[in-house]
C-alpha cells in the first residue's frame, strides 16, 4: 500500500450525512402530492416497553382530496394524525406536507407550520372552542396569532359560518349549542387561518347518527368551497359512502384503500408499499387457509398466491414458476412480497388465492 494511503484517515458518515443520504436516494412524490408519508415508523418507550405504532406506513394524499383513515384502535390513525399536525416526531421513516420536512422542522418552524399550513379538530366536543367566547370570537381567535388585521376578522368567521351552515350560531357560546353544532364551529376554527389541510381525528365519535351526517356535510363543504385537502380519522365503517377515498389501516400499516368512483360504485385495492410488501385481507388468509409460507406463481396477467403444502414436490423455481415467500399466517400481515401491475386485491378464483 502507498505510505500517503495509509496515513490518510478513513471516518464514518455521521448519522445526519447517512439521513439526507437516504432521503436523497427516495423518489420524489408526485407534484400533486400534498401529503407525503414514506416507511413511517413511530415507536413509544415506557417503562423498558417498547411499543410500534407505526410500522414502516406509506402513504400519499394529493391536494384537493377528502380522504378517510379508518382502522381498528390502535391501529396507529392517530399516531399518525398527531405526526401530520406537527405535535409528534416520528422515529423514523420520512414525512412531508405541503413542502415542509416535519422531521427537520424546528420549534419556530413547527409552531408556524401548526398555525398557517394545518388545522385540527378534536373528537372531544369541549377540546376545540373556549367556552367563555362565542362561536365567532373562537373563530377569530387563531388570526390573532398570524396577524390577521384586526378588521378584516369578523367578516372571514362570519363567511366562514355561513359556508358551514351555522351563521345562526354566531353569538353564541360552545354551552348554547348542540354537540354537532359544536364541532362545525370547530371545523370554522380550523379554517380560519387558510390551511392547506384539515385533520379530523374522530369528529363524529361522540354524535349521533344525524349530527355525524351534518359534520360529514360540513367537511364536504371546508373541502369543496374552501379549497382545503381534508384528511378524517374514524371508526365508522360506513364512512366510505362520505369521501371518495378510504384508507384501511393495519398494525401500522396501510393495507387496503377503497376509491369510490360515484354514488353506487366503489373497488378496494391492496396497497403495495416500496419494498414490494402488501397485507393480505384476513378473510383471504382464513379462506385458504395461509400460514407461515405461501407460494406465488407469476402468472401472464396476475401473481397466484397458494399454500406451501399444496405442493411438496416442488424443489426448484423453473421460469415463470413458483416462489415460496414466508408468511406470518395469523392475521397476513407481509403475507407476500412481489411487484403487480396495479397492486389490487383483486378477486379470488378456485383454492389457490389467486389475485387477478
Given at each position: 500500500?502507498?505510505?500517503?494511503?495509509r496515513?490518510?484517515?478513513?471516518?464514518?458518515?455521521?448519522?445526519?450525512?447517512?439521513?439526507?443520504?437516504?432521503?436523497?436516494?427516495?423518489?420524489?412524490?408526485?407534484?400533486?402530492?400534498?401529503?407525503?408519508?414514506?416507511?413511517?415508523?413511530?415507536?413509544?418507550?415506557?417503562?423498558?416497553?417498547?411499543?410500534?405504532?407505526?410500522?414502516?406506513?406509506?402513504?400519499?394524499?394529493?391536494?384537493?382530496?377528502?380522504?378517510?383513515?379508518?382502522?381498528?384502535?390502535?391501529?396507529?390513525?392517530?399516531?399518525?394524525?398527531?405526526?401530520?399536525?406537527?405535535?409528534?416526531?416520528?422515529?423514523?421513516?420520512?414525512?412531508?406536507?405541503?413542502g415542509?420536512?416535519?422531521?427537520?422542522?424546528g420549534?419556530?418552524?413547527?409552531?408556524?407550520?401548526?398555525?398557517?399550513?394545518?388545522?385540527?379538530?378534536?373528537?372531544?366536543?369541549?377540546?376545540?372552542?373556549?367556552?367563555?367566547?362565542?362561536?365567532?370570537?373562537?373563530?377569530?381567535?387563531p388570526?390573532?396569532?398570524?396577524?390577521?388585521?384586526?378588521?378584516?376578522r369578523?367578516?372571514?368567521?362570519?363567511?366562514?359560518?355561513?359556508?358551514?351552515?351555522?351563521?345562526?350560531?354566531?353569538?353564541?357560546?360552545?354551552?348554547?349549542?348542540?354537540?354537532?353544532?359544536?364541532?362545525?364551529?370547530?371545523?370554522?376554527?380550523?379554517?380560519?387561518?387558510?390551511?392547506?389541510?384539515?385533520?379530523?381525528?374522530?369528529?363524529?365519535?361522540?354524535?349521533?347518527?344525524?349530527?355525524?351526517?351534518?359534520?360529514?356535510?360540513?367537511?364536504?363543504?371546508?373541502?369543496?368551497?374552501?379549497?382545503v385537502?381534508?384528511?378524517?380519522?374514524?371508526?365508522?365503517?360506513?364512512?366510505?359512502?362520505?369521501?371518495?377515498r378510504?384508507?384501511?389501516?393495519?398494525?401500522?400499516?396501510?393495507?387496503?384503500?377503497?376509491?369510490?368512483h360515484?354514488?353506487?360504485?366503489?373497488?378496494?385495492?391492496?396497497?403495495?408499499?416500496?419494498?414490494?410488501?402488501?397485507?393480505?385481507?384476513?378473510?383471504?388468509?382464513?379462506?385458504?387457509?395461509?400460514?407461515?409460507?405461501?407460494?406465488?406463481t407469476?402468472?401472464?396477467?396476475?401473481?397466484?398466491?397458494?399454500?406451501?403444502?399444496?405442493?411438496?414436490?416442488?424443489?426448484?423455481?423453473?421460469?415463470?414458476?413458483?416462489?415460496?415467500?414466508?408468511?406470518?399466517?395469523?392475521?397476513?400481515?407481509?403475507?407476500?412480497?412481489?411487484?403487480?401491475?396495479?397492486?389490487?386485491?383483486?378477486?379470488?378464483?378456485?383454492?389457490?388465492?389467486?389475485?387477478r
Open positions: 500500500m502507498n505510505p500517503a494511503e496515513s490518510t484517515p478513513v471516518t464514518a458518515p455521521s448519522l445526519a450525512a447517512l439521513e439526507e443520504r437516504a432521503r436523497a436516494g427516495q423518489d420524489p412524490p408526485p407534484p400533486d402530492t400534498l401529503i407525503a408519508c414514506d416507511s413511517l415508523v413511530r415507536i413509544f418507550r415506557t417503562e423498558g416497553v417498547e411499543v410500534q405504532a407505526l410500522q414502516g406506513l406509506d402513504l400519499h394524499v394529493d391536494e384537493g382530496e377528502m380522504t378517510a383513515l379508518v382502522g381498528a384502535s390502535g391501529s396507529g390513525k392517530s399516531t399518525l394524525l398527531g405526526i401530520l399536525s406537527g405535535l409528534d416526531v416520528p422515529t423514523a421513516g420520512t414525512a412531508r406536507v405541503a415542509h420536512d416535519l422531521l427537520a422542522l420549534a419556530r418552524e413547527r409552531l408556524a407550520y401548526r398555525r398557517r399550513t394545518v388545522g385540527f379538530v378534536w373528537q372531544q366536543t369541549g377540546s376545540n372552542l373556549l367556552p367563555y367566547l362565542t362561536a365567532r370570537e373562537n373563530v377569530m381567535l388570526m390573532r396569532y398570524t396577524r390577521v388585521p384586526r378588521r378584516q369578523p367578516a372571514r368567521a362570519e363567511e366562514l359560518l355561513a359556508t358551514l351552515g351555522i351563521a345562526h350560531c354566531r353569538d353564541r357560546r360552545p354551552g348554547e349549542l348542540s354537540g354537532g353544532e359544536q364541532q362545525r364551529v370547530a371545523i370554522a376554527v380550523a379554517g380560519a387561518n387558510e390551511p392547506r389541510v384539515l385533520l379530523a381525528d374522530e369528529p363524529t365519535g361522540e354524535l349521533d347518527t344525524a349530527s355525524g351526517a351534518e359534520v360529514f356535510a360540513a367537511l364536504r363543504r371546508a373541502n369543496e368551497h374552501l379549497g385537502t381534508v384528511l378524517i380519522v374514524t371508526h365508522d365503517a360506513q364512512v366510505s359512502d362520505q369521501v371518495s378510504t384508507v384501511r389501516i393495519r398494525d401500522g400499516r396501510t393495507s387496503t384503500e377503497t376509491l369510490r360515484d354514488a353506487t360504485r366503489a373497488e378496494e385495492f391492496a396497497v403495495l408499499d416500496r419494498a414490494g410488501r402488501l397485507q393480505l385481507p384476513r378473510e383471504y388468509v382464513e379462506r385458504y387457509a395461509l400460514s407461515r409460507r405461501v407460494r406465488l407469476a402468472e401472464t396477467d396476475h401473481v397466484g398466491v397458494r399454500r406451501a403444502q399444496d405442493d411438496q414436490s416442488a424443489t426448484a423455481l423453473p421460469p415463470g414458476g413458483e416462489r415460496p415467500v414466508a408468511s406470518d399466517g395469523a392475521d397476513g400481515r407481509d403475507s407476500g412480497s412481489s411487484s403487480t401491475s396495479d397492486g389490487s386485491s383483486g378477486t379470488s378464483s378456485s383454492n389457490t388465492g389467486e389475485a
